[in-house]
């Protein structure tokens, strides 16, 4: 399987907030659209960071509540790991896996089409075994289709 067959199920729609945003801001737009990262984009297309939960909780232990009024771009992570439509979704959970990523951008060409997070991975191996199990009871009942 493709990261497109994930987009395909989940959409193409990404959060994006400006390197300028008052982390207090992101925190309200991960709440809004729960969702536990943010890419941080000055254009909405171009990845220039991604920010998540996890930044904002060790920049609040780290320097208190002042953080919420910083921008983002001072608790964002700049080294973005991103993959394409084309990735084999084994490679992105090795990958996810390996480097402790939740959220993995998609990129084209440069452009933002959308992002894979690790729900998304579960939901779609829940998906298959679920799969896998109907298609095992069904030819062990007989009920094959």
């Known amino acids: 399987m493709r990261i497109r067959d994930i987009l395909r199920v989940k959409g193409e729609s990404v959060v994006t907030v400006p ?17 536990g990262a943010a890419v941080v984009s000055r254009d909405g297309t171009a990845v220039d960071g991604i920010v998540s939960e996890r930044d904002v909780v060790r920049a609040l232990a780290e320097r208190g509540p002042a953080v919420l ?15 394409t439509p084309d990735a084999q979704l084994e490679d992105v959970e090795r990958l996810m896996t390996e480097r402790r990523f939740r959220h993995v951008p998609v ?9 894979v997070s690790i729900g998304d991975v579960v939901k779609n191996r829940i998906d298959e ?8 009871a069904d030819y062990i009942t007989g009920e094959r289709t």
């Open 129 to 136: 075994l679920e799969t896998e199990r109907t298609t095992l």
């Open 69 to 83: 009024a910083e921008p983002v771009s001072t608790i964002q992570t700049t080294q973005v790991r991103t993959v």
């Open 19 to 35: 390197p300028d945003t008052p982390v207090e801001g992101l925190v309200a737009e991960l709440a809004r659209h729960r969702i």
């Open 107 to 115: 990129v084209v060409d440069g452009r933002l089409v959308g992002v």
